[in-house]
Protein backbone atom coordinates (compact mmCIF):
# COMPACT_ATOMS: atom_id res chain seq x y z
CA UNK A 1 0.00 0.00 0.00
CA UNK A 2 3.04 2.47 0.95
CA UNK A 3 4.62 1.60 -2.72
CA UNK A 4 1.71 3.03 -4.37
CA UNK A 5 1.22 5.86 -2.35
CA UNK A 6 4.91 6.50 -2.54
CA UNK A 7 5.09 6.08 -6.78
CA UNK A 8 1.68 8.43 -7.26
CA UNK A 9 3.80 11.31 -5.81
CA UNK A 10 5.55 12.36 -8.41
CA UNK A 11 2.21 12.32 -10.41
CA UNK A 12 0.55 14.20 -7.55
CA UNK A 13 3.73 16.51 -8.22
CA UNK A 14 2.85 17.35 -11.81
CA UNK A 15 -1.27 17.65 -11.44
CA UNK A 16 -0.83 20.36 -8.95
CA UNK A 17 1.51 21.94 -11.25
CA UNK A 18 -1.13 21.60 -13.61
CA UNK A 19 -3.32 22.98 -11.54
CA UNK A 20 -1.53 25.80 -11.10
CA UNK A 21 -1.03 26.43 -14.08
CA UNK A 22 -4.13 26.30 -15.64
CA UNK A 23 -5.55 29.07 -12.69
CA UNK A 24 -3.00 31.35 -13.83
CA UNK A 25 -3.49 31.33 -17.28
CA UNK A 26 -6.81 31.29 -17.07
CA UNK A 27 -6.44 34.75 -14.74
CA UNK A 28 -4.45 36.23 -17.11
CA UNK A 29 -7.32 35.20 -20.18
CA UNK A 30 -9.93 36.52 -17.67
CA UNK A 31 -8.10 40.20 -16.84
CA UNK A 32 -7.53 40.75 -20.44
CA UNK A 33 -10.63 40.41 -21.44
CA UNK A 34 -11.60 42.50 -18.77
CA UNK A 35 -9.44 44.66 -19.47
CA UNK A 36 -10.47 44.85 -23.50
CA UNK A 37 -13.85 45.48 -22.68
CA UNK A 38 -13.28 47.95 -20.67
CA UNK A 39 -11.84 50.23 -22.86
CA UNK A 40 -13.94 49.59 -25.80
CA UNK A 41 -17.04 50.66 -22.91
CA UNK A 42 -14.77 53.88 -22.19
CA UNK A 43 -13.98 54.43 -25.87
CA UNK A 44 -18.14 54.47 -26.65
CA UNK A 45 -19.15 56.10 -23.24
CA UNK A 46 -15.99 58.66 -22.24
CA UNK A 47 -18.21 60.05 -19.62
CA UNK A 48 -18.91 56.73 -18.02
CA UNK A 49 -15.47 56.37 -17.68
CA UNK A 50 -14.50 56.62 -14.07
CA UNK A 51 -17.42 53.90 -13.07
CA UNK A 52 -16.32 51.47 -15.92
CA UNK A 53 -13.07 51.99 -14.16
CA UNK A 54 -13.96 50.89 -10.85
CA UNK A 55 -16.18 48.31 -11.72
CA UNK A 56 -13.03 46.74 -13.71
CA UNK A 57 -10.96 46.76 -10.92
CA UNK A 58 -13.34 45.16 -8.67
CA UNK A 59 -14.06 42.74 -11.26
CA UNK A 60 -10.07 42.00 -11.28
CA UNK A 61 -9.65 41.73 -7.96
CA UNK A 62 -12.22 39.07 -7.89
CA UNK A 63 -10.34 37.06 -10.54
CA UNK A 64 -7.20 37.38 -8.84
CA UNK A 65 -8.86 36.17 -5.58
CA UNK A 66 -9.67 33.12 -6.99
CA UNK A 67 -6.60 32.05 -9.15
CA UNK A 68 -4.84 33.24 -5.48
CA UNK A 69 -7.32 30.54 -4.19
CA UNK A 70 -6.55 27.97 -6.81
CA UNK A 71 -2.90 28.14 -6.69
CA UNK A 72 -3.18 28.02 -2.82
CA UNK A 73 -5.09 24.55 -3.42
CA UNK A 74 -2.81 23.27 -5.67
CA UNK A 75 0.21 24.09 -3.29
CA UNK A 76 -1.58 22.46 -0.53
CA UNK A 77 -2.16 19.40 -2.69
CA UNK A 78 1.01 18.78 -3.55
CA UNK A 79 1.91 19.27 0.24
CA UNK A 80 -0.24 17.16 1.89
Known amino acids: MLSMILAAAPL ?3 A ?9 IAAGFGIGK ?3 S ?3 AIARQPEA ?3 IRSSMIVI ?3 IEGV ?3 AV ?3 ALALFL
Open 12 to 14: ASL
Open 16 to 24: AALGASIAA
Open 34 to 36: IGS
Open 38 to 40: AME
Open 49 to 51: AGD
Open 60 to 62: AAL
Open 67 to 69: ALF
Open 72 to 74: IVS
